[in-house]
Structures are given as structure tokens and as C-alpha cells.
């Protein structure tokens, strides 16, 4: 007879281990389904973001951006460095030895919340019973009261340009976090978060980067003013980012990759060493229910679910990538607390509307709520309030002063309905945003609120105040 549990949870990211690690601490009997094996071919929890994803690229963009300002941009600070050199091999084991400490780390936390840890593929059968395929091809039944799928995203692939990681000349973001050698040009179809960010990390390390990107507007789901202030730039750091550039054809010879494209000029060609594909992930849920589970999906692949992660099927939830949204690791964890806790017969709830997005660039790009242009769209009536960070005390301090922080609020309510950071630590600052808007603040709000001197804080609470025209440190118009 099948074991039988509180809680199944399909998938061991963000949203998945989170889940279980909730649904567990409110007394249920939980168990993982995870079939990931690491660079090591060893079992590990964590999923994409852990493994390849958000921790091992924040790694390289972080070690990154020390050679370069030591190599680049430390002298304005009083101090030269002289016989600067990279050790790729070491910057490498350093991701690998993080990314081990905090997939370890997922493991002892399942041991010690009383998660059992299922390793292989989950899939949903009729009734909800799950079936567990091991690595050596074994299977077994487990069923359970409750079924969450978590299973996560995957990168799109394009016909024009084939990933092989494997040989290392057309990858996706999981082959570029992996090079071994920085290749002297580095050709990037997509100029989104993921490209923005691997694109980084190669061309602070040397390589010449060309980003493909085959939309008219730059970063189009951010506010377009800081979209704008983003390509200024990154384009002034040396990236090379054509818009409305499609590419047609990919070949592989001795020298790299010929990339075939299409502008508004024509058509071209280039070679580059490496080629990396980031145009987008898609949900993983390819093979994830048999057909006679009944579950239902929505468009794209996705799982159909409601405002409670409830799928049509009695018991089954899904949280994550798996369900409309944006794919953002804190959001999936977030889902996975509100199905544990609903679950529990306790009152799980989400705000949709005040989930924060981050780009790890430099200068790092954040932002919470709506842009500019989706409540013009939508006609609410709203008033602007900017700071530039070249008049922030601390910014100047850092060698850090590009950017701004901009505060949309309800024109007749003064509700904060967004804030759109461009500059040092976007993706810290933020949260302040983040948190007003969870407990429904007014610009004003923020405006009367004592911020420390001197912080980057002080250009959010400029920004308030320039709401109403009342900034200090600007000329308000």
C-alpha cells in the first residue's frame, strides 16, 4: 500500500522547498519530490535558482564588479592597483563552493523541519497519488491530502540558435555561468534580465558583448524613464545593445558562431566565440501530470490556477513558475507560505500588487507596483516625484551617483502606487517601497518619515517629498 502524506510538494525551489518547509512547520507530514543533480552529478535541493540561476550568477556578478573597479575604477578613490590579474578557476570554485553551502543548507533544514526528501521525477497521477521515478529508472507511489507542483521554469529555445551547453559555443544562462575562459566576444540574443546580467559579468571580465534584442523598447515591463536612463548607461560601460534586431540563423565553424540577423538596415552577419540564448524561460511542466490526473493548463504551458494557487482538481495547488505572474524566485516562496498556511486552514494571502523586481546590474535597477506608462494606459490619474542620486551625499561618496529614484502616487489620494529605482543598491532601497505599499502608505507618508543622514535612503525620502514639490535638496518644478 502507498505511503500517504499530509503534503506532496512536486519541485525543491524556491517555491517548492519553501512550501514544504512551511507546510511541516505547521504540523503537517510533508514530503519533497526533487530530482536535480548538481555540477557534481550529486542529488540537490534548491532548483534552478540555487543551482544555476539567481545565487551563482549574483556570485559572478559580485566578484565581477571587484576586478573590474579595481582594474578600472578605483583610482578616482586615492588608490592605485597595479598587476591586477583574474584567476577565472578560483572566481568559479567560489560559486560552486556558495552554491553547495546553501543547497547544503536546504537539506539540513529539511532534516530538521521533518521534510522527507523524495529523490527523483514527480509526477501527479488520477487521485492524487504522485509517482517518484528514481535515477535508476524505479518508481514508486506515494499518495497524499494535498499536492503542490512546483516544478519551475526552463530557458525558451529558439530554432535559429540551438543550445549545447555540452560544447560550450551556443548556451543558455546555465553554459554561461560555466565558461572556463573568458572568450574575447560574447554574442547575447536578448537584451532582458538574464542577458543583462551574464552580459555583465563577461564584459567587466573582458569580453566584447553584443546583445541582440528583437523589441523596439528597452526593458519594457520597467518604467520607461529608467529604461531609458538603463541604456544610457550600460551602453556608456561598453555593451553593445541593438534593438529591433532580429536573429535569423546560427552556425557553428572554427572560429565561434556566425550569427545571421535582421535590423531596419538589413540583413548582417557576425562571429563571435561564445552565444548566449536568454530570450525568455518558459514553465516546466512537461511531464509533470498524467493525462488521467484531469489537470488543468492555461496558455503558454501554464497550470490554470486561482487567486489561491488552486488548481481545478480538489487538493492540488500550484505555486511558482508554473502559474501566471512573473517567474521571480520571492514570489514562488511567498505562494508556497499562502498555499502551506490556506492548507493549515489558516488565512494565506499574497499582494499581487506590491511584489518587488530586481536587475543585478551596475548601477542595479529596482522597482515595486506600477510604471508611468501602465497608469497612463489604465487612466488613473497620478503625480511624479524624482531624486537624482548625483545629489545624494552617500551616492557621491561611493563613486556611485548615476541614477534616480522615482515615486508614482495616486494624483487625489496620494497612495503610493510604485517607485522605480535606478542606481546603488536599487535592489536594498526598494524594499522601503515595498513595504509602504504593503501597509497601503502615501507618499506623504514616507515623506514624514525621519531617514538617517547620509544614506541612499535620503534619495527615497526625496523622491517622497518631491511628490508634492517640497524636495530639498533640488530645484522642484
Given at each position: 500500500?502507498?505511503?500517504?502524506?499530509?503534503v506532496?510538494?512536486i519541485?525543491?525551489?524556491?517555491?517548492?522547498?519553501?512550501?514544504?518547509?512551511?507546510?511541516?512547520?505547521?504540523g503537517?507530514?510533508?514530503?519533497?519530490?526533487?530530482k536535480?543533480?548538481?555540477?557534481?552529478?550529486?542529488?540537490?535541493?534548491?532548483?534552478?535558482?540555487?543551482?544555476?540561476?539567481?545565487?551563482?550568477?549574483?556570485t559572478?556578478?559580485?566578484?565581477?564588479?571587484?576586478?573590474?573597479?579595481?582594474?578600472?575604477?578605483?583610482?578616482?578613490?586615492?588608490?592605485?592597483?597595479e598587476?591586477?590579474?583574474?584567476?577565472?578557476?578560483?572566481?568559479?570554485?567560489?560559486?560552486?563552493?556558495?552554491?553547495?553551502?546553501?543547497?547544503?543548507?536546504i537539506?539540513?533544514?529539511?532534516?530538521?523541519?521533518?521534510?522527507?526528501?523524495?529523490?527523483?521525477?514527480?509526477?501527479?497521477?488520477?487521485?492524487?497519488?504522485?509517482?517518484?521515478?528514481?535515477?535508476d529508472?524505479?518508481?514508486?507511489?506515494?499518495?497524499?491530502?494535498?499536492?503542490?507542483?512546483?516544478?519551475?521554469?526552463?530557458?525558451?529555445?529558439?530554432?535559429?540558435a540551438?543550445?549545447?551547453?555540452?560544447?560550450?559555443?551556443?548556451?543558455?544562462?546555465?553554459?554561461?555561468?560555466d565558461?572556463?575562459?573568458?572568450p574575447?566576444?560574447?554574442?547575447?540574443?536578448?537584451?532582458?534580465?538574464?542577458?543583462?546580467?551574464?552580459?555583465?559579468?563577461?564584459?567587466?571580465l573582458?569580453?566584447?558583448?553584443?546583445?541582440?534584442?528583437?523589441?523596439?523598447?528597452?526593458?519594457?515591463?520597467?518604467?520607461?524613464?529608467?529604461?531609458?536612463d538603463?541604456?544610457?548607461q550600460f551602453?556608456?560601460?561598453g555593451?553593445?545593445?541593438?534593438?529591433?534586431?532580429?536573429?535569423?540563423?546560427?552556425?557553428?565553424?572554427?572560429?565561434?558562431?556566425?550569427?545571421?540577423?535582421?535590423?531596419?538596415n538589413?540583413?548582417?552577419?557576425?562571429?563571435?566565440?561564445?552565444?548566449?540564448?536568454?530570450?525568455?524561460?518558459?514553465?516546466?511542466?512537461?511531464n509533470?501530470?498524467?493525462?488521467?490526473a484531469?489537470l488543468?493548463?492555461?496558455?503558454?504551458?501554464?497550470?490554470?490556477v486561482?487567486d489561491?494557487?488552486?488548481?481545478?482538481?480538489?487538493?492540488?495547488?500550484?505555486?511558482?513558475?508554473?502559474?501566471?505572474?512573473?517567474?521571480?524566485?520571492?514570489?514562488g516562496?511567498?505562494?508556497?507560505?499562502?498555499?502551506?498556511?490556506?492548507?493549515?486552514?489558516?488565512?494565506?494571502?499574497l499582494?499581487?500588487?506590491?511584489?518587488?523586481?530586481?536587475?543585478?546590474?551596475?548601477?542595479?535597477?529596482?522597482?515595486?507596483?506600477?510604471?508611468?506608462?501602465?497608469?497612463k494606459?489604465?487612466?488613473?490619474?497620478?503625480?511624479?516625484?524624482?531624486?537624482?542620486?548625483?545629489?545624494?551625499?552617500?551616492?557621491?561618496?561611493?563613486?556611485?551617483?548615476?541614477?534616480?529614484?522615482?515615486?508614482?502616487?495616486?494624483?487625489?489620494?496620494?497612495?503610493?502606487?510604485g517607485?522605480h529605482?535606478?542606481?546603488p543598491?536599487?535592489?536594498?532601497?526598494?524594499?522601503?517601497a515595498?513595504?509602504?505599499?504593503?501597509?497601503?502608505?502615501?507618499?506623504?507618508?514616507?515623506?514624514?518619515?525621519?531617514?538617517?543622514?547620509?544614506t541612499?535612503?535620503?534619495?527615497?525620502?526625496?523622491?517622497?517629498?518631491?511628490?508634492?514639490?517640497?524636495?530639498?535638496?533640488?530645484?522642484?518644478?
Open positions: 500500500m502507498a505511503k500517504t502524506y499530509d506532496v510538494v519541485g525543491g525551489g524556491p517555491a517548492g522547498y519553501v512550501a514544504a518547509i512551511r507546510c511541516a512547520q505547521l503537517l507530514e510533508t514530503a519533497c519530490v526533487e536535480w543533480l548538481n555540477f557534481k552529478n550529486e542529488p540537490a535541493l534548491g532548483g534552478t535558482c540555487l543551482n544555476v540561476g539567481c545565487i551563482p550568477s549574483k559572478l556578478l559580485e566578484s565581477s564588479e571587484h576586478y573590474h573597479l579595481i582594474k578600472e575604477g578605483i583610482n578616482n578613490h586615492g588608490i592605485r592597483v598587476g591586477v590579474s583574474l584567476n577565472l578557476d578560483q572566481m568559479m570554485a567560489r560559486k560552486e563552493d556558495i552554491v553547495m553551502q546553501l543547497t547544503g543548507g537539506s539540513a533544514l529539511f532534516k530538521a523541519n521533518g521534510v522527507e526528501w523524495l529523490q527523483g521525477h514527480g509526477k501527479l497521477l488520477a487521485d492524487r497519488q504522485v509517482e517518484v521515478t528514481a535515477r529508472g524505479s518508481t514508486e507511489v506515494v499518495g497524499a491530502d494535498h499536492v503542490i507542483i512546483a516544478t519551475g521554469s526552463q530557458p525558451i529555445d529558439i530554432g535559429a540551438r543550445v549545447d551547453n555540452a560544447e560550450g559555443l551556443i548556451v543558455d544562462s546555465t553554459g554561461a555561468l565558461f572556463r575562459q573568458v574575447k566576444t560574447l554574442g547575447v540574443i536578448g537584451a532582458g534580465v538574464i542577458g543583462l546580467e551574464l552580459g555583465s559579468v563577461w564584459s567587466r573582458g569580453s566584447k558583448v553584443v546583445m541582440l534584442e528583437a523589441v523596439e523598447d528597452f526593458l519594457a515591463l520597467a518604467d520607461q524613464q529608467i529604461a531609458r538603463a541604456l544610457r551602453r556608456k560601460q555593451l553593445d545593445i541593438r534593438l529591433e534586431t532580429r536573429v535569423t540563423a546560427t552556425r557553428k565553424t572554427a572560429d565561434g558562431v556566425v550569427v545571421s540577423f535582421k535590423d531596419k538589413g540583413d548582417h552577419e557576425m562571429t563571435v566565440d561564445k552565444l548566449l540564448v536568454s530570450v525568455g524561460r518558459r514553465p516546466n511542466t512537461d509533470v501530470a498524467a493525462p488521467e484531469g488543468l493548463f492555461g496558455e503558454r504551458g501554464y497550470i490554470h486561482n489561491e494557487c488552486e488548481t481545478n482538481l480538489p487538493g492540488v495547488f500550484a505555486i511558482g513558475d508554473v502559474v501566471r505572474g512573473p517567474m521571480l524566485a520571492h514570489k516562496s511567498e505562494e508556497g507560505v499562502m498555499v502551506a498556511e490556506n492548507i493549515a486552514g489558516q488565512h494565506g494571502h499582494n499581487y500588487d506590491a511584489i518587488p523586481w530586481v536587475i543585478y546590474t551596475n548601477p542595479e535597477i529596482a522597482w515595486v507596483g506600477k510604471t508611468e506608462q501602465a497608469l494606459a489604465e487612466g488613473i490619474p497620478y503625480k511624479i516625484g524624482t531624486f537624482p542620486f548625483a545629489a545624494n551625499g552617500r551616492a557621491k561618496a561611493m563613486e556611485a551617483a548615476s541614477g534616480m529614484v522615482k515615486m508614482l502616487a495616486h494624483a487625489e489620494t496620494d497612495l503610493l502606487l517607485c529605482i535606478i542606481g543598491f536599487a535592489s536594498e532601497l526598494v524594499q522601503e515595498v513595504l509602504a505599499m504593503e501597509f497601503h502608505a502615501s507618499s506623504e507618508d514616507l515623506a514624514r518619515t525621519i531617514h538617517g543622514h547620509p541612499l535612503y535620503e534619495a527615497m525620502h526625496e523622491a517622497a517629498l518631491s511628490v508634492h514639490g517640497r524636495a530639498i535638496h533640488k530645484i522642484n518644478t
